[in-house]
């Protein structure tokens, strides 16, 4: 093991964090002595000691010295390695033991098995979770990567064929996310090319508060008496209402999430005349995760919320409806309202604009040790477990959808994807390791079926807003000193940056938005220019170059063409 080349540094500690912020049963026993290598016919052994001896003190015998030069390991892989077998996050085991004791986690256990196992039985994971659990205890050592082998429960044993695919796995996710982050910055320039100049300085500025004002947040308790499910919804509305109707945006929070993680969001939308719900999800949100570290629930989250989210959105705008006339004098347009969504809230969003499961493309992905790393895939996975039924949750009611982060690509697949024709945005980030860009956004986006839809790409955006986040996990994030995170206030304004626009043209129907959207990849960079992390969009314009790129980076790396991806390449497609 050496330490990985420095263009893959970032992308690998992004994982290994979403790991631990979305992340026992002990073997009884002895501790790991021996680490077993085997590629073939050849095995190598290594002890477990002369590791101990080489991270704390530099030694290197002569039982490593021939694994180091068979790897050709410089001096400086042999000092980095150190460095990271020594790094010690600051995490609680019970937090640890609570969390892979659910679904969630032992999914992640059983695909970590697979590389590293056992000889005597499948059950490697198990012996995972024993040494992480034992390690974070250690008030002296904590858990680190030296502690984890330590306290391993038997001899270790890595096969060689399996760690050399999914090796190239993850060289192949790491040149994809290169690349198409790449590809995305490209086309965002060749678009405002096209388009042509703009001030921006004479057009709406949605990074401020609209001139509507905000009236104090409601809350409501609802019951869906058919579903027998109680949640609540905080109902945001404008201090003073617009001419004609009155605009609706349901907005849905993401996995151990909350409707209140997203209140900035609504107080904008809200200031600009629209009337913004944000549904509580009790099967997926903080409360279910809070249950589970309190041991007080088997699981962070119930399958069954692949169901309830979409029906929670529905229902939202039937209560709406329902309160109309007596609470917003007939004002409301629920004829046309909008959904946003962020990451599993970004499901909800397209199932209700009509995305369909794929089974087929689902249990395809889901065989483990097969394709590419992909944490959103874990989450997606456990909907194997629902009723296999043809669930149709489009409601004719949603207009536009925004999709933030959204977990989408195998669970709807490409045929799920094309049945979305509402206009649609979907949004990424670079630093996002739950629901990796190269594989939930742009992987995704071509498959849509809309005739009007974006493609937005934030640098430094990692899925959440780490300065929300708890102090165990900021603790995490500051003891990597590589990962380097935006301000998020600028994020915060790329964001409103374009939601605005967004519902303001396609809910609204407000025409003086229009040119943001139009020239959103000039508006783009114009809102990013002198700042260190940028904001990049594309429209449909750029779909066919994209399409391209997909073609030749899937053929430069010996990828089977896949030319039912894109269902553009079956409709006439317009230039800019």
């Not at 001139?211 to 579903?227: E, F, H, N, S």
């Not at 004098?329 to 397209?350: C, E, I």
Request: overall charge negative; charged content about 20%.
């Amino acid at each position: 093991m050496i330490a990985l080349p420095k263009r893959y540094s970032r992308w690998f500690l992004s994982l290994c964090l979403g790991g631990l912020a979305t992340l026992m049963t002990p073997l009884a026993g002895k501790t790991a002595e021996n680490i077993f290598f085997t590629y073939g016919p050849v095995r190598l052994t290594v002890r477990v000691a002369s590791v101990e001896n080489f991270v704390k003190n530099g030694v290197v015998d002569d039982n490593l010295r021939f694994l180091f030069n068979l790897i050709g390991a410089s001096n400086q892989d042999l000092e980095r390695l150190r460095e990271v077998m020594q790094v010690r996050p600051n995490v609680s085991p019970i937090v640890l033991s609570k969390f892979f004791n659910s679904s969630l986690g032992e999914n992640i256990l059983a695909r970590a098995g697979f590389i590293l196992n056992i000889p005597w039985s499948n059950a490697g994971e198990y012996g995972i979770r024993s040494a992480l659990i034992k390690s974070a205890l250690d008030p002296k050592e904590g858990l680190t990567l030296l502690s984890f082998i330590q306290n391993y429960p038997t001899d270790i044993h890595f096969n060689g064929e399996v760690i050399e695919e999914r090796a190239k796995a993850v060289d192949l996710i790491v040149r994809a996310s290169e690349y198409f982050i790449e590809q995305t910055k490209v086309l965002s320039a060749a678009e405002a090319e096209a388009l042509g100049p703009v001030d921006f300085s004479q057009l709406p500025n949605p990074t401020t508060l609209g001139t509507y004002g905000v009236a104090p947040k409601q809350r409501w308790q609802l019951i869906d008496t058919k579903r027998d499910r109680r949640f609540y919804v905080d109902v945001y509305r404008p201090q003073r209402w617009k001419p004609g109707k009155t605009p609706v945006v349901i907005l849905s929070h993401g996995l151990a999430s909350r409707p209140e993680d997203f209140d900035l969001a609504a107080e904008k939308l809200a200031s600009y005349g629209f009337v913004v719900a944000l549904p509580q999800h009790p099967g997926s949100d903080f409360l279910k995760a809070q249950a589970l570290l309190q041991g007080e629930a088997r699981q962070g989250y119930d399958p069954t919320d692949f169901i309830d989210r979409p029906l929670d959105i529905s229902y939202v705008i039937d209560e709406l409806e329902r309160r109309n006339q007596s609470e917003f004098g007939d004002r409301l347009n629920l004829t046309q309202v909008g959904v946003g969504g962020h990451s599993f809230g970004g499901y909800g969003a397209l199932a209700v604009a009509g995305a369909t499961i794929d089974w087929e493309t689902l249990e395809s992905e889901c065989q483990i040790g097969k394709g590419v790393p992909n944490t959103a895939l874990i989450l997606q996975c456990d909907a194997l477990t629902l009723p296999r039924k043809d669930y149709q949750f489009k409601d004719p009611r949603v207009a536009a959808v925004l999709a933030a982060n959204p977990v989408n690509s195998a669970i709807f697949g490409v045929k799920g994807l094309q049945q979305v024709t509402v206009p649609t945005m979907m949004m990424g980030g670079s630093y996002d390791p739950a629901t990796p860009f190269v594989l939930e956004q742009a992987r995704s986006f071509p498959r849509l079926g809309s005739q009007e839809k974006y493609l937005s790409l934030m640098e430094g955006q990692a899925h959440v807003d780490f300065s929300r986040l708890d102090a165990n996990v900021t603790n995490i994030i500051k003891s990597i000193d590589e990962i380097t995170l935006p301000d998020p206030n600028l994020l915060h304004s790329y964001g409103a940056a374009i939601v605005v626009p967004f519902f303001q043209v396609h809910i609204a129907q407000e025409e003086s938005f229009w040119p943001l959207l139009k020239y959103g990849a000039a508006y783009s960079a114009y809102l990013s220019q002198d700042q260190p992390f940028k904001f990049f969009l594309i429209s449909q314009y750029s779909e066919p170059a994209l399409i391209e790129s997909i073609k030749a980076f899937r053929q430069a790396n010996g990828l089977p063409p896949m030319p039912y991806e894109f269902p553009l390449l079956l409709r006439e497609t317009k230039t800019p």
